[in-house]
């Protein structure tokens, strides 16, 4: 539980003074496809968030930090982001990660959290929607990629500790 709160600290100090890159190359000119990151209200105080944070290590600016950045100085209270990307049409690794996010630092202190980090690879193929999902439970949290219109994954799974309740 302490990680997420000192996740949260490290990714708003960050949020700062880190340098985002788009999903693609500045000097991509090809066709692209969309996917979009989840981000999952839960209750009014905790979100679960399914996103990309990099592509062949390019850092995205991600859901969680938009989420995190809209919602300073609500509170006890959080409204989700979710973000997008234009990926270009051709094999690439994706660092994906599922986490719990609560409204405030204190939150995620007193109730279950998780986080699973990790990269898969994706081939996106033309005229296809993709998302970001997952799963967050006591007895697992994962992250995959999956094909919009079947539901079906199109990468593999990166899995690991439930919320443990």
């Not at 990926?87 to 609560?102: D, E, G, K, N, V």
Request: proline fraction near 7%; hydrophobic fraction near 40%; charged fraction near 15%.
């Amino acid at each position: 539980m302490k990680s997420s709160l000192c996740l949260a600290a490290c990714v708003a100090l960050l949020a700062g003074c880190a340098s985002f890159e788009p999903a693609a190359p500045a000097d991509y000119q090809g066709p692209t496809v969309n996917v979009a990151d989840q981000v999952l209200p839960v209750s009014g105080q905790l979100v679960h968030v399914f996103e990309i944070r990099r592509v062949d290590g390019r850092r995205l600016l991600s859901s969680s930090i938009a989420t995190l950045n809209a919602n300073q100085g609500r509170g006890f209270s959080v409204t989700p982001v979710a973000l997008s990307n234009e990926l270009p049409l051709r094999p690439a690794r994706l660092q994906l990660l599922a986490t719990t996010q609560w409204a405030a630092p204190i939150l995620a202190m007193t109730h279950p959290t998780c986080q699973t980090e990790g990269e898969v690879s994706f081939t996106p193929q033309d005229g296809r929607h993709y998302r970001v999902a997952g799963r967050i439970a006591p007895d697992e949290c994962a992250v995959w990629v999956e094909d919009i219109e079947s539901g079906q994954p199109v990468t593999s799974k990166v899995t690991g500790k439930g919320t443990g309740r």
